[in-house]
């Protein structure tokens, strides 16, 4: 066994950005793409892809949409290759900051919604499901 000594040490200076890093749309399309064909390869018909404030990384990675506030599905077809992001009121305000909201059909879903929201117009979430193009007897990624 080799010992430990604890020394203390200057930090480097880094200075400040010149600019902020930012991940182009194409990327973030091509994630996509690649998750459709990878889906694809392996016999799946969609994926749902979860997200909240704590476990944002999925979403964000694949459509730089960040749910902020409250949950958020990304349920995705893979023979049509449409995407549907299915959120609550707050996330609304979110959606549009998304490099690829070009390739998602925003779907509101109260429930996903903060507490005292009205959830009078919410419909089931099976019906949703089955609009993005889930079916039963399909074989779906669950992802989150």
């Known amino acids: 066994m080799g010992s430990a000594t604890l020394a203390e040490i200057d930090l480097p200076e880094f200075g400040m950005p010149k600019t902020e890093p930012r991940v182009s749309g194409s990327t973030y399309q091509t994630r996509l793409e690649k998750l459709y064909d990878a889906a694809e390869d392996a016999g799946y018909t969609s994926m749902v892809v979860y997200g909240d404030r ?5 979403l964000a990675y694949l459509t730089g949409y ?3 506030f409250e949950e ?12 549907s992001l299915v959120m609550g009121h707050e996330g609304l305000g979110y959606y549009p900051a998304s490099p690829v909201k070009e390739s998602l059909r925003p779907v509101l879903y109260p429930s996903f919604s903060l507490m005292a929201q009205d959830r009078s117009t919410t419909r089931p979430l ?5 609009e993005a193009g889930v079916e039963d007897g399909d074989r779906v990624v669950v992802v989150g």
């Not at 704590?54 to 999925?58: D, V, W, Y």
């Not at 958020?72 to 077809?77: E, F, G, K, P, T």
């Open 72 to 83: 958020s599905m990304l349920i995705m077809d893979v023979a049509t290759r449409k995407a």
């Open 66 to 68: 960040d749910p902020r």
């Open 54 to 58: 704590e476990h944002l990384a999925n």
């Open 126 to 130: 099976s019906i949703i499901l089955m």
